[in-house]
């Protein structure tokens, strides 16, 4: 079955750029996805399709996807985008579609 | 917009079923892809499976078959998930997603998680 592989951490000061990244084989031929899941609530979706973003998500996330990395980028950072984040895929490759989600990330804003 | 509104938590003995229910609003209910998705406590995600109204079959997850079924109710809006045999590792926050994307599945809409908790 196919793996996401997510840094367990990352941390970052506020007003600085974040990186989380996402390794999959060969995921840049797949469209990434990732979310936000903050303690107590639902997760939210953030990007769809490697760098799209859906209404309401401000424009300080965005996100790349190119050979077996993808990468969600936050601009900025502020105390509030302390959460768990999440990228997720749909592995339509073999006989059993699935939607596979990477371990998640904690990001922690110093 | 699509709001999803999930039953309240549950208290199960091992061995038992829950069934979990997830009310839909706004958008067109059969066209929904359905998804299920759980988070053991201090977890990540985990994919259940899917089932779309319109064409009624449902896919499930290979560590769920067997376990899990998923039905859809076109004239409430509601689809539910029954998981039976319940045991202490099926603790966990239950979550109904949507999305209409058929060909890349991604959540763009989740409900507010329904706790499911195993104990004897």
């Known amino acids: 079955s196919y793996v996401l592989t997510q840094p367990p951490s990352v941390s970052v000061a506020p007003g600085k750029t974040a990186r989380i990244t996402c390794g999959g084989n060969?995921?840049?031929?797949?469209?990434a996805h990732w979310y936000q899941q903050k303690p107590g609530q639902a997760p939210v979706l953030l990007i769809y399709?490697?760098?799209d973003r859906p209404s309401g998500i401000p424009e300080r996330f965005s996100g790349s996807n190119s050979g077996n990395t993808a990468t969600l980028t936050i601009s900025r950072v502020e105390a509030g985008d302390e959460a768990d984040y999440y990228c997720?895929?749909?592995?339509?490759?073999?006989?059993?579609?699935?939607?596979?989600f990477g371990g998640g990330t904690k990001l922690t804003v110093l | 917009q699509v709001q999803l509104v999930q039953s309240g938590a549950e208290v199960k003995k091992p061995g038992s079923s829950v069934r979990v229910s997830c009310k839909a609003s706004?958008?067109?209910?059969?066209?929904?892809?359905i998804n299920w998705v759980r988070q053991a406590p201090g977890q990540g995600l985990e994919w259940m499976g899917r089932?779309?109204?319109?064409?009624?079959?449902?896919n499930y997850a290979q560590t769920f078959e067997g376990r899990v079924t998923f039905t859809a109710d076109e004239s409430t809006s509601t689809a539910y998930m029954a998981l039976s045999s319940l045991r202490s590792e099926d603790t966990a926050v239950y979550f109904c997603?949507?999305?209409?994307?058929?060909?890349?599945?991604?959540?763009?809409?989740w409900g507010q998680g329904t706790l499911v908790t195993v104990s004897s």
């Open positions: 089932i779309i109204p319109l064409f009624g079959a449902p």
């Open positions: 706004g958008g067109t209910f059969s066209n929904y892809v």
């Open positions: 997720q895929v749909w592995d339509s490759s073999g006989d059993h579609p699935d939607v596979v």
């Open positions: 399709y490697d760098s």
């Open positions: 997603a949507t999305t209409y994307d058929y060909s890349n599945i991604h959540l763009d809409y």
């Open positions: 060969n995921i840049g031929s797949k469209g």
